[in-house]
């Protein structure tokens, strides 16, 4: 990040026709803009919104409310653009892009074994890291995965304390006993891996996915080529949370868009030092809320850009105190 | 508002593929739309902003951190196109009406006296009532006016009880001395008006302001047209709350579009039974905040009206409990 564009994008707020800090988080991401974008005003001309889909052998488990077909049934949705992401997306104005990931073979049940070995968990973060175009302003990182709210609540256990019933939801739409046999799947994941778990990385092998193991890669890549990133939900949150394990400043570089209605995921933003920029109870992925959030940025960014100063216009400003 | 047309939106919103409930506030809002609108799939082809200014008496009092004159040039500047609200309404695809009220003649000072007389009341809600064009699909109300956030206050005192030091807040960022004198404002009020405050039409002329009238009055227009209303912050709400007052269902065709950082906006909507769109500390009135959260309203109708069913797209519902 440029600490010198975030100065300069700062000064220029406090010059525009309107009291100081009056547009409140606007404001904050105009400055949090221009430190990644290396530039006073920041722009969104190219938003790409990555979507990972995978496979989970934890489903056996009876951990979701739909059957472990849909992720290929929803990819082929997204495909003929009738998904909720293809219209927020659009609304958005950003390019869609969906990765499916190996969906055919799914991991293995981490409650019996490590989901990846080291090859698959390599493939898929190589994916995810491939899928960012290092020309994009920015980057919505998604994910679809029968099953995948389970692999995130144990990998947000395995990164930040707790047990299970700490971090589980009802994804999908479990009811009392598959929400139990959730918090069931993770404790036993917990005990399995133990101490292997202790690595940030190795918890993503173990315990996550390859849809997780892919926006893990995209978020860090997009770090590397200086991109902002807007996190989705909380399977999104946890897939790149092991950057934040891994250095104090991980994920500095990113954005919470939502914060969603899955029971883990505002202890998991919290953990993480994100404030999400919207609260409307959504829980589908997909990067659904992060696009949506995409539209706050823009105005934030329009009224950064175009906005006149107090001298242009003529305003007085606020007597001294 | 037509239940029907809102029942035909609920039921779409079961066939559409995503876990039912699962995009959160985005189905109220589809839902609400159609009862307004009367169209299972609602649309916001015409969206209009409007933005009423005024002058208050008030600002005699030391209430505002800006000059009085300011008001006047920042009707000037939303006029040339730069100021927050300008780019903000054109991101949200909203056009923009600023109807200044009078600016030249500031309301009376109503800790002395009635604000304004029942002619210039009633002048200010027709101004109001006839900025909304009948056939908008939905109507963004805000404000500018030196000194309404202590209006605003008296206001919400009056309707809802409580003394200056409740409801009154920096406003454009005044110190500490400032906020005394608008809650000392606020107090002088009460006590001036007294049992008079009772009535909310009668309390609005006393301790309102003209575009505090007029936003009532474009609120009550909206509703007998059938066209849903986008709120502001503190200012807006305060001046459409009489409504809510006068019949229990008075607002029920209005969104909070965002709860400001203004010390009572919160309490002010929890008063109303609204709860806001977005929550990003944001202050600056002029519509601002309602017109960021069209965006928001417009990604839930992109859902509503794009999405396939299961049925079209062959995906597997959620098995049977």
Redesign the interface.
Same mark, same amino acid.
């Given at each position: 990040g440029s600490d010198e564009a975030a100065r300069a994008a700062a000064a220029r707020q406090t010059t525009?026709?309107? %009291? %100081? *800090?009056?547009? *409140?988080?606007?404001e904050d991401i105009a400055v949090f803009m221009a430190r990644w974008q290396g530039n006073v005003v920041a722009h969104l001309d190219k938003v790409e919104a990555l979507v990972f889909a995978g496979s989970h052998g934890v489903t056996a488990r009876g951990v979701s +409310?739909? %059957?472990a077909? =849909?992720t290929a049934? /929803?990819v #082929?949705?997204f495909a003929?653009g $009738?998904? #909720?992401i293809?219209?927020?997306a $659009?609304? #958005?104005g950003a390019s869609l892009k969906v990765i499916p990931l190996h969906i055919d073979r799914p991991t293995a049940d981490f409650t019996q074994a490590p989901a990846m070995d080291e090859a698959e968990l390599v493939e898929a973060m190589t994916s995810g890291m491939a899928a960012v175009d290092p020309a994009s302003d920015l980057v919505c990182v998604g994910e679809m995965g029968i099953g995948n709210t389970t692999a995130a609540a144990a990998l947000a256990a395995a990164l930040f304390g707790g047990k299970g019933v700490d971090w589980v939801g009802r *994804?999908?739409?479990v009811?009392d006993a598959g929400l139990s046999r959730k918090a069931q799947a993770v404790d036993a994941a917990l005990a399995r891996h133990g101490a292997a778990l202790g690595d940030p990385i190795e918890a993503l092998r173990r315990v996550g996915g390859r849809e997780l193991a892919a926006i893990c890669g995209a978020t860090l890549a997009a770090r590397l080529h200086g991109i902002p990133v807007m996190l989705d939900g909380f399977v999104a949150s946890a897939a790149a949370a092991p950057l934040a394990k891994l250095a104090p400043e991980g994920l500095a570089h990113a954005l919470a868009g939502h914060v969603s #209605?899955e029971t883990g995921h505002r202890k998991l933003l919290a953990a993480l030092h994100l404030s999400p920029?919207?609260?409307?109870? /959504? $829980?589908?992925g997909e990067a659904?809320g992060a696009?949506?959030a995409v539209? =706050?940025l $823009?105005?934030a960014l329009?009224?950064h850009?175009? /906005? +006149?100063t107090f001298a242009?216009? *003529?305003?007085?400003?606020? %007597?001294p +105190?």
């Open positions: 525009l026709t309107k %009291p %100081p *800090g009056s547009l *409140g988080r606007l +409310a739909f %059957p077909e =849909v049934q /929803m #082929a949705n003929s $009738r998904a #909720a293809n219209q927020l $659009r609304h #958005a *994804g999908t739409g009811d #209605a920029l919207l609260d409307l109870g /959504m $829980r589908l659904s696009c949506l539209n =706050v $823009r105005g329009a009224c850009a175009g /906005m +006149a242009e216009a *003529g305003v007085s400003g606020s %007597p +105190a």
